[in-house]
């Protein structure tokens, strides 16, 4: 089955760092336009940060701006999420998707836990 696999969550004091990776399994998303997302408990996924399918443009939520970076490795059908000076109100369990997502690309997410 096609689905995203994160990874390199775990827990962190604020103002630390952490770098999410995310592997397509079984499909190539060169093509497509990547999303990280996020889903803090009792809220709603939100979209952190997207990028181009060439990688020339990302785009960042106002909560995470200058401070988390995007990037990809169409080679190694991966999509990266750089999260500098990390704040308690990042505590969430992060997903790669594309974006618009799609239903049936979500994989488990990884946990992040900033402490304060």
């Known amino acids: 089955q096609v689905h995203a696999i994160e990874s390199g969550g775990g827990l962190v004091q604020a103002g630390g760092s952490l770098r999410l990776s995310c592997r397509a399994s079984?499909?190539?998303?060169?093509?497509?336009?990547m999303g990280w997302y996020r889903q803090a408990p009792g809220e709603e996924r939100e979209l952190v940060a997207d990028?181009?399918?060439?990688?020339?443009?990302?785009d960042y939520a106002d909560s995470v701006k200058g401070r988390f970076i995007i990037s990809r490795d169409n080679a190694k059908n991966t999509v990266d999420l750089q999260m500098n000076r990390l704040k308690p109100e990042d505590t969430a369990v992060y997903y790669c998707?594309?974006?618009?997502?799609?239903?049936?690309?979500w994989g488990q997410g990884t946990q992040v836990t900033v402490s304060s």
């Open positions: 990028i181009s399918w060439r990688g020339h443009t990302a």
């Open positions: 998707n594309m974006n618009p997502a799609q239903s049936d690309f």
């Open positions: 079984g499909r190539s998303i060169s093509k497509y336009v």
